[in-house]
Nanobody, 123 residues
Framework: QVQLVESGGGSVQAGGSLRLSCAAS????????MGWFRQAPGKEREFVAA???????RYADSVKDRFTISRDNAKNMAYLQMNSLKPEDTAVYYC?????????????????WGQGTQVTVSS
């Protein structure tokens, strides 16, 4: 069982930056793929970024070159650095863990989810 807790959300003006953190419980964090998803009001949850157990990354086209996903296995942490934020990035951001270690881009690949953290970008 893995428990995930997100932090780092908040309100920022367009063009600003935020770094989201995801703290994971358990001793096998380094075997999990980690992903970030987001859900805007009235919309379905969508993929943002993922990192495999080996460090390979993938991004949604909408955030490529602006967001960076990373992990620190020694600290059981995953991060999402978000730069050049836009109002359309406003959403609740969720961290997820994938026991296969692959870092999928689809929700169905993930076994554990955090509660989410709100990100609001004003114009």
């Amino acid at each position: 069982q893995v428990q995930l807790v997100e932090s780092g959300g908040g309100s920022v003006q367009a063009g600003g930056s935020l770094r989201l953190s995801c703290a994971a419980s358990g001793r096998t964090f380094n075997t999990y793929g980690m992903g970030w998803f987001r859900q805007a009001p009235g919309k379905e949850r969508e993929f943002v970024a993922a990192i495999s157990r080996f460090g390979g990354t993938r991004y949604a086209d909408s955030v490529k070159d602006r967001f960076t996903i990373s992990r620190d296995n020694a600290k059981n942490m995953a991060y999402l650095q978000m730069n050049s934020l836009k109002p359309e990035d406003t959403a609740v951001y969720y961290c997820a863990a994938d026991s296969a270690g692959s870092g999928w881009s689809t929700e169905s690949g993930y076994d554990y989810w955090g509660q989410g953290t709100q990100v609001t970008v004003s114009s």
